[in-house]
């Protein structure tokens, strides 16, 4: 039926269809057509996982993090509690408010400062974190740590959820 949808679209496109007289098919037609053709996996998120996986084998990030003496350790175990709070609400939000009870409105169904609260907790664990690593590797620290960031980000985009 998506075939049929889409030849009539476009036959109709030529007419300058009204959107309004689509059926309640032609619409969950549609929606399936476009929800099958986003995909997230992508030259961008590839790029994101691969310079990540380069940073943190050429960084030797593991083995900087439990022995390196430079390392600000109460610094960083700040950086890590705060990340760590941040990333619990938000598997709280997509995955337990989502997805086990079906609420996409979180607004309506959590306090209000819930995510400005995660966000600032990401962005101070973020700055804490930087700091911690800064007598590591100075100016550098930024762009490593932004990098490992996004290429954890994209990874976690390709997730089934």
Same mark, same amino acid.
Request: contains cysteine.
């Given at each position: 039926?998506?075939?049929?949808?889409?030849?009539?679209? $476009? /036959?109709? /496109?030529?007419?300058?269809?009204?959107? @309004?007289?689509?059926?309640?098919?032609?619409? /969950?037609?549609?929606?399936? $057509?476009?929800?099958?053709?986003?995909?997230?996996?992508?030259?961008?998120?590839?790029?994101?996982?691969?310079?990540?996986?380069?940073?943190?084998?050429?960084?030797?990030?593991?083995?900087? &993090?439990?022995?390196?003496?430079?390392? @600000?350790?109460?610094?960083?175990?700040?950086?890590?509690?705060?990340?760590? #709070?941040?990333?619990?609400?938000?598997?709280?939000?997509? $995955?337990?408010?989502?997805?086990?009870?079906? @609420?996409?409105?979180?607004?309506?169904? $959590?306090?209000?400062?819930?995510?400005?609260?995660?966000? &600032?907790?990401?962005?101070?664990?973020?700055? !804490?974190?930087?700091?911690? #690593?800064?007598?590591?590797?100075?100016?550098?620290?930024?762009?490593?740590? #932004?990098?490992?960031?996004?290429?954890? !980000?994209?990874? &976690?985009?390709?997730?089934?959820?």
């Amino acid at each position: 039926t998506d075939h049929t949808v889409r030849r009539r679209l $476009v /036959q109709d /496109q030529l007419s300058d269809p009204d959107i @309004k007289n689509l059926t309640e098919d032609d619409r /969950q037609a549609i929606d399936s $057509v476009i929800a099958r053709s986003r995909s997230t996996l992508n030259a961008h998120t590839i790029c994101w996982m691969v310079g990540a996986m380069m940073v943190f084998n050429y960084t030797d990030f593991a083995n900087v &993090v439990f022995n390196d003496t430079r390392v @600000k350790w109460n610094l960083l175990q700040i950086g890590i509690l705060l990340i760590a #709070f941040n990333l619990c609400i938000g598997l709280y939000l997509v $995955v337990y408010m989502s997805y086990l009870k079906g @609420k996409r409105d979180w607004e309506s169904h $959590v306090h209000p400062a819930v995510i400005p609260l995660a966000t &600032v907790c990401g962005v101070v664990g973020g700055i !804490v974190s930087t700091i911690a #690593f800064w007598p590591v590797w100075g100016f550098m620290t930024i762009p490593i740590l #932004f990098t490992l960031f996004m290429g954890t !980000v994209m990874l &976690v985009s390709l997730l089934p959820f």
